[in-house]
């Protein structure tokens, strides 16, 4: 049976010590945050062996409300601080928390590479195409054209879309959501933390105060239904063409795939320096 | 000259426009971001002609600042705290290249713990990176400081990049009245880009950034980037003046508040001296012998003026809004240093305050003059203080109940 919101309010939530909560009403943060929870109890994983780390952003608060191990790290670094927790203790569940900003503009790079090593980590990536907690800048998810504080007349750069770079990078697991999709979601998450390998699960996420008053997309609610209108299944999106996709969001299991995971290629090496007679110490 | 209600961003913002920026490299972080808006606002709307990009981290964004300015371009950036920080590799790096440009650095204390709010340990954190530093105490000190910078930092005998720094929230997001200098003015004082200094182009190239190996040759650079900077000391004084006669506003180096017959002082830099400069007057007010000092730039430190304004007093209240951990306030040590040589000096007391935005109240400003005093007449130094009440400290332990940890106090 689905665990109640009043049950995870009680279980996961560090309701008497950090709350209130920092986000706007409506913001798509808190279905992420339900999402992860009702995956995190679909697992049944003992609290003391999930640890969630985030960046900075809006979306960076959200390790601060759970009662988790949990590390709220600097701006983009989110994938460095899992990575060390990874390799020390491999028996965790690391998770880490990032929005577009975090984990494409100053994280990019940490990203690719841990997609492209392919260490057994899960990563969220709240998508809602801008800098919420600054203020609204245009980030690299921001599409072309649209309005941002630093692109008033509508934005000259092109996009990147997240869950295809981490395809292309490499990673094991790529699926992508809209927070329209909660029950998806909360599924997508549990495969990816189920995965062995980098697991990276986009999320298609309103900030309908930064980003979609600026550009006329409503509120919530308003944005939310775009959402449901607009997604497509990884399985219908074969059968469309581009232009029949343009605008479209495609939402499922992008990738799923066994490859190499660095941290057992290491074990793999430790164990074969061993049994040649080196000496192992650490 | 008009009279407008202006944050320390928007004066900072202004200040860039007057001074004529052509290159704007970007990004956000509070509470710097007012600044890039202003001016993406302005460059948008067409009254500004300058390009501005917003690059993907500080680091390439003082990287992009940095190349702009070698090829000849007035170039401006912004930023804050773990901003500049992360920046911190470049900025080393451009002064080496020796290219004129000004950052606005809105301080804000470092993580961890995280905070948005004020504390100088960002700028000090970036002392020896080879950037002129000039510390603002008011919004209209923030204006005048962007266009005397750009003047500096062009100059042919520094060429080196000037970092204008104020506190983030106290001034960053503080209306007060500024008066705004004719363009027509700027202009007179701070002449378009010098043409006739080293830059690339296409029919002198050059190259910059060289590897050099052996210590020879990279002694001789470091030892001409650290002489160069010296001698902004020296330049600043000049420009000042001018800056005087055109708009009779002066920026001294090192700014006394009511020291002439001062006994006693208390030095610090930034916009809590505005509060320190009230201390001083209902301290005086009750009898005091006592002054402020409040060093404008920090870098070149100003080692002669400090030993003439500090020599006849007879002790100093230094106050840090800084923590080098493990040693102190950054002030005290290098004000110690500047002394040192000097035969009677003042007896000086090490105050670390206002960090992450925590006040200084008007009553331990008192007793940071009782401290001083006290130390004066018993010829001791007084142990390095934290500024933290009573009432702090057991808020800290309830909190900590709260969090169901133990506590140690400090
Ligand atoms: C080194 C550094 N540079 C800049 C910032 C300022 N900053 C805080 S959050 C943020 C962007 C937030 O956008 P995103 O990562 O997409 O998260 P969101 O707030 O939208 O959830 C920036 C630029 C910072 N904290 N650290
Ligand atoms: S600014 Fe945007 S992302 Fe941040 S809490 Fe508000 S709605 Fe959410």
Redesign the interface.
């Known amino acids: 049976m689905r665990i109640s919101v009043e049950q995870i309010r009680r279980k996961y939530l560090r309701h008497d ?1 950090k709350f209130p909560h920092v986000w706007c009403p409506g913001c798509g943060n808190g279905i992420v945050m339900g999402a992860l929870l009702r995956a995190i109890d679909g697992l049944s994983l003992p609290k003391d062996e999930v640890v969630l780390a985030s960046g ?1 952003g809006c979306s960076g608060r959200m390790p601060t409300y759970l009662d988790f191990n949990t590390l ?1 790290t ?3 670094r989110a994938l460095t601080f899992a990575t060390g927790i990874k390799l020390a203790k491999p028996s965790l569940n690391v998770i880490a928390i990032m929005g577009d900003g975090d984990a494409s ?2 994280g ?1 790079n940490h990203f690719i590479h841990a997609a492209r090593r392919n260490l057994n980590l899960t990563a969220i990536i709240i998508n809602n195409s801008i ?1 919420g ?3 609204g ?2 980030s ?1 998810t921001t599409p072309f054209g649209s309005k941002s ?2 692109s ?2 509508g934005h000259i750069e092109q996009a990147f879309s997240i869950a295809e770079l981490a395809v292309t990078s490499g990673a094991g697991f790529v699926a992508r959501s809209t927070v329209y999709h909660a029950e998806l979601m909360a599924h997508l998450i549990e495969m990816a933390i189920e995965k062995v390998g980098f697991s990276v699960v986009e999320v298609i996420s309103n900030c309908h105060v930064q980003y979609g008053r600026r550009n006329q997309l409503g509120g919530a609610v308003e944005m939310l239904q775009s959402y449901k209108d607009n997604a497509v299944t990884v399985k219908r999106a074969t059968s469309l063409t581009e232009e029949e996709l343009e605008g479209k969001i495609t939402i499922g299991v992008l990738a799923d795939r066994e490859m190499p995971i660095s941290t057992e290629e290491y074990e793999k090496v430790r164990q074969r320096a061993k049994e040649r007679g080196g000496n192992v110490g650490c | 000259m008009t009279r407008e209600l202006l944050t320390g961003n928007g004066a900072a913002a202004l200040g860039a426009k007057l001074a004529g920026i052509e290159y704007l490299p970007a990004f956000p972080i509070t509470p710097q971001t007012e600044v890039i808006e202003t001016l993406s606002k302005w460059i948008e709307e067409g009254s500004m002609d300058c390009k501005m990009v917003t690059m993907e981290s500080e680091h390439s964004m003082v990287t992009a600042a940095g190349a702009a300015a070698a090829t000849g371009v007035r170039t401006f950036t912004a930023t804050s705290s773990q901003g500049l920080l992360y920046a911190a590799e470049m900025l080393h790096t451009v002064t080496g290249w020796r290219v004129p440009f000004v950052l606005v650095n809105v301080s804000r204390g470092l993580a961890s713990p995280i905070t948005l709010e004020p504390d100088h340990n960002d700028i000090m954190a970036l002392r020896d990176a080879g950037f002129v530093q000039i510390h603002c105490s008011t919004c209209q000190e923030v204006l005048d400081s962007m266009i005397l910078a750009y003047r500096l930092s062009e100059d042919a005998g520094v060429r080196l990049p000037v970092i204008v720094n104020y506190d983030g929230f106290y001034l960053s997001f503080t209306r007060e009245p500024v008066e705004v200098p004719n363009q027509e003015y700027v202009d007179r004082f701070l002449p378009p880009f010098p043409t006739n200094q080293p830059r690339f182009s296409a029919d002198h190239p050059m190259s910059q950034g060289v590897a050099v190996l052996g210590g020879s040759a990279y002694s001789y650079f470091k030892y001409q980037t650290h002489l160069a900077l010296l001698n902004a000391g020296l330049i600043y004084k000049q420009i000042t003046n001018e800056f005087q006669i055109l708009f009779s506003r002066s920026y001294d180096p090192v700014e006394l508040y009511k020291l002439k017959d001062a006994e006693y002082a208390f030095l610090m830099i930034g916009s809590f001296s505005c509060k320190g400069k009230e201390a001083v007057d209902q301290l005086r007010a009750a009898g005091w012998k006592i002054g402020l000092v409040r060093p404008r730039l920090t870098r070149p430190f100003p080692m002669d003026e400090l030993r003439k304004s500090l020599a006849p007093l007879k002790g100093v209240a230094v106050i840090d809004q800084n923590l080098s951990l493990g040693m102190g306030g950054v002030l005290h040590q290098e004000t110690a240093a500047a002394l040192y040589p000097l035969i009677t000096r003042p007896i000086l007391a090490a105050f670390v305050g206002g960090l992450g935005g925590r006040d200084i109240s008007a009553e331990e400003f008192y007793s940071m003059a009782e401290t001083i005093r006290e130390a004066v007449k018993t010829g001791e130094t007084p142990p390095q203080r934290l500024l933290y009440t009573e009432k702090e400290n057991t808020d800290m332990q309830q909190l900590q109940r709260i969090a169901g940890t133990h506590t140690t106090s400090p």
């Open positions: 010590k900075i709220h600097t701006h983009g503009a100053i990019g800098y907690m600054t203020g800048q245009y690299p504080t630093t008033v007349h």
